[in-house]
């Protein structure tokens, strides 16, 4: 079946630190992912998609780039803020499945 | 996008009793999931509402224990049965349309059983 594997966390950085969020994942057919952001108190929300290999999804300064050689969709921001400490979730769906979601990173950044 | 709504948004239960859980969504969907996100862990799927049937349940969780309402396109219940302090979590309403490809997510209900 479809499942999605992420880095472990916490991950603790310095304002306007690199980050990447490691996701690989496995899945029959051609899977869409996504990468969702939880803010502290609040709901999910979508951070970004790809649909298709190759396809890099952006948003808000991060990206991800579908990597189906490596089955990858690693998230990366280049100058993380502190209002970017949230936990963070990879997610795929496959055609109208519903969504098979990561264990989450928490990542806090500090000033 | 679709617009979700729960409600309650919270409530403190006590252990034996039974709370529903009610979603709403501004548009007609297509499909409507509910999940459970247990303390500092990830999202898990419990059902697929499915509007005039019975839901269809992942493994691990049971009808007797989280029935499922979906009497049309736009609302769903869930309701979580016979309660024990292991189900506190929070509870997901989310729904998906063909049009959209992409799966959109209520505020959650928060609920502590005690």
């Known amino acids: 079946g479809n499942s999605v594997t992420q880095m472990e966390g916490p991950v603790t950085l310095s304002e306007e630190a690199f980050l990447t969020i490691n996701c690989t994942y496995t899945?029959?057919?051609?899977?869409?992912l996504f990468w969702y952001v939880q803010y502290p108190g609040e709901g999910l929300q979508l951070l970004l998609k790809a649909t298709k290999a190759d396809d890099k999804g952006s948003n808000k300064g991060f990206e991800a780039t579908y990597r189906k050689e490596t089955t990858s969709f690693h998230l990366e921001k280049g100058s993380v803020q502190v209002s970017d400490s949230a936990v963070y979730f990879c997610?795929?769906?496959?055609?109208?499945?519903?969504?098979?979601f990561g264990k989450g990173t928490r990542l806090s950044v500090i000033a | 996008s679709a617009v979700i709504s729960q409600k309650p948004s919270r409530d403190i239960c006590q252990r034996g009793t039974s709370l529903t859980i009610q979603c709403q969504v501004d548009s007609q969907v297509t499909m409507m999931f509910w999940y459970r996100q247990q303390p500092g862990q990830s999202l898990t799927l419990i059902a697929t509402a499915n509007q005039g049937s019975e839901a269809t349940y992942e493994s691990g969780f049971v009808i007797d224990k989280f029935p499922i309402s979906r009497p049309n396109l736009t609302f769903s219940t869930l309701t979580v049965s016979n309660m024990s302090p292991e189900d506190s979590s929070i509870y997901l309403c989310s729904v998906m349309a063909l049009s959209y490809n992409e799966q959109f997510f209520g505020p959650g209900t928060r609920l502590t059983v005690l």
């Open positions: 899945a029959t057919g051609y899977p869409s």
């Open positions: 997610a795929l769906s496959s055609g109208n499945t519903p969504l098979v």
